[in-house]
């Protein structure tokens, strides 16, 4: 059974990974309303594993005699300056992700609820792939420069793969 303390903080991530998928897909369609189909493409994708992670804590959280919570999400922003500062939004929302996840890790050593732990060590891994291949993204696009959004815009679709390649996916 969970605790009330482990209960609230997973049902806070429920929200943090609703959001998530909800910001990416904003982003999908910021991009796909400017001409850039692959930029899209990784944005739908990248919002679907956002709702699979969602669901992973929303089905634990009931599974160990919780109760999930279905939140209200705020509304995300709409309009981007370029994609460069799309994806530095990524990177930053994914470290505020990252250090979410490590919040309740810490949280569940401290009560000692090693089931949760456990059950985390697959969001630590996760969040290192995510940062890691938003951070090949940047490097790409200021290898590319703002001039050639035609050539990335072609190249992002293999870009998360070679990412993932690169960690435990499971
Ligand atoms: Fe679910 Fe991108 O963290």
Not at 121 to 127: A, G, L, N, R, Y
Request: one cysteine or more.
């Amino acid at each position: 059974m969970l605790n009330k303390k482990v209960e609230d903080i997973c049902n806070r991530q429920v929200e943090r990974e609703g959001y998530s998928a909800s910001l990416y897909l904003a982003m999908a369609s910021w991009a796909e309303t400017n001409g850039l189909s692959g930029v899209a493409g990784w944005m739908y994708n990248q919002s679907d594993e956002e709702r699979g992670h969602m669901l992973k804590f929303i089905k634990y959280i009931n599974e160990r005699g919780g109760k999930a919570v279905i939140p209200a999400l705020k509304k995300p922003q709409a309009e981007y300056k370029n994609v460069e500062d799309i994806f530095k939004e990524v990177l930053k929302h994914e470290e505020f992700i990252t250090a979410s996840i490590n919040e309740i890790v810490a949280l569940t050593l401290d009560e000692k609820d090693f089931n949760t732990h456990n059950f985390l060590q697959w969001f630590v891994m996760e969040q290192v792939e995510e940062e890691a291949s938003v951070r090949i993204i940047l490097d790409k696009l200021r290898l590319v420069g703002k001039n050639n959004m035609y050539e990335f815009d072609r190249d992002i679709v293999g870009l998360r793969k070679s990412a993932s390649n690169a960690t435990n996916k499971p």
